[in-house]
Every structure is written in structure tokens, then in C-alpha cells.
């Protein structure tokens, strides 16, 4: 199911353990498309988070949302299913689908850093901090001498760092208000607040 993450909140377990927990938004999701095996070659399902106003949606996609109902999304995602007869177009997927103490893989992007360096992005310890020293928060060397004169492929270095697609498995689920379509889970999840996730039930477990 896709959802929003809405930020970090903390509660008590009946054991009294203190918990972090990430808030999100989850669902309801709508079905805008079924994929068989006979049509597409595999199983899955297309579905559909936020409504969006159709006038913001090219003909194409309003024409496809037409399929489902005519309600237009403004995010889609794509899931795998062992049997899609199971579901029909326009069927709304909720948070009851979860239940306290499942785990779940949780797909998102992580915030993102800009451009840094070796200490902020691979943490590097860095380098003296004594009279003379010209080496705090450089790489050092990246050479090979002279053979193979070279910087090998996926050297650590300077660059682009973070709004990558991060998956966090086994994440538990420890609370659930289905009247407000939310979902808690323990510990963090990768984005900002308000970004979107990726709720899934992991593969062994389905």
C-alpha cells in the first residue's frame, strides 16, 4: 500500500517499554489496474493513493483512471500479487489488511544531503588536526601508481548524497487506528515528513 509519512511520535507498550514509532498515512489505496499473467505476463496490481483533480491529469491518464471508477490519483505504484483474480477494479485497499505485531518492508526516499564530502558521506575519520597538517577533511589518495594508473570504479569519494530509494525490511507494526487510516510503526523509516512510502508485506510471509 502506499502511504505518507507524517512524521515521529513515541508511545508505551502494555509491558511499559518506551517506543519511537513513525506515523503514516496508509491508504486507502484504490485499484486502477489488474495485471494476469495471460495479458502482461506476470501478476500484479496498479494502485492509486491521493486523489488528484482531473483536470490535472492528461486525457490518457484519464481516460485509464476511467477504468476504476473516474477518480484520478496522483500517485501509483505497482504491486505483486500470487492472484489477482482475488481483486477488482475500483476496490479499495485499507488498513485492515495489517494487524498489530506484523512486520513489513517499507520502500522510500531517503532526504536528500546535496553535494558532501568523505566525513559526511561515507564517514570518514578525517585527518590531524596539528600545526601543519593540510589534510582534515579530504579523501587523501585515490591513485593506483602505475598500474593499473587508474581510480577504480566506486571509490569512495565526494558526490551526491541522499534522495536515493531505500528499503527498511522487517519493520514492526506496533499500533493501528483504522479510522484515521494511520499506521505505527516502530523505529524509522527513510524520507521527510510528508514524503511518500511504500508499505509491503515481505515475500516469505505472503
Known amino acids: 500500500m502506499i502511504g505518507k509519512k507524517l512524521g515521529m511520535s513515541s508511545l508505551f507498550t502494555n509491558e511499559g517499554r518506551y517506543v519511537p514509532v513513525t506515523v503514516v498515512q496508509l491508504g486507502p489505496c484504490i485499484v486502477t489496474q489488474i495485471k494476469t499473467t495471460g495479458t502482461d505476463g506476470y501478476n500484479a496490481l496498479q494502485v492509486g493513493f491521493e486523489e488528484k483533480k482531473s483536470k490535472r491529469v ?16 496522483g ?13 477488482s477494479l475500483g476496490q479499495s485497499l485499507t488498513v485492515d489488511m495489517f494487524q498489530v505485531g506484523d512486520r513489513v518492508d517499507v520502500v522510500g526516499t531517503t532526504k536528500g544531503r546535496g553535494f558532501a564530502g568523505v566525513i559526511k558521506r561515507h564517514g570518514f575519520h578525517g585527518g590531524r588536526k596539528s600545526h601543519g597538517s593540510h589534510s582534515h577533511r579530504i579523501p587523501g589518495s585515490i591513485g593506483c601508481s602505475a598500474w593499473p594508473a587508474k581510480v577504480i570504479k566506486g ?38 515528513k510528508s514524503s511518500v512510502v511504500t508499505v509491503l508485506k515481505p515475500k516469505f510471509s505472503q
Open 58 to 73: 492528461n486525457k490518457p491518464m484519464q481516460g485509464h483512471f476511467k477504468k476504476s471508477g473516474g477518480t484520478c490519483y
Open 75 to 87: 500517485y501509483l505504484r505497482e504491486v505483486a500479487v500470487d492472484n489477482p483474480e482475488e481483486f
Open 155 to 192: 571509490k569512495k569519494m565526494p558526490g551526491q548524497y541522499g534522495n536515493d530509494r531505500k528499503t527498511v525490511s522487517n519493520v514492526e507494526i506496533v499500533g493501528i487506528r483504522p479510522k484515521e487510516n494511520l499506521i505505527l510503526l516502530k523505529g524509522s523509516v527513510p524520507g521527510a
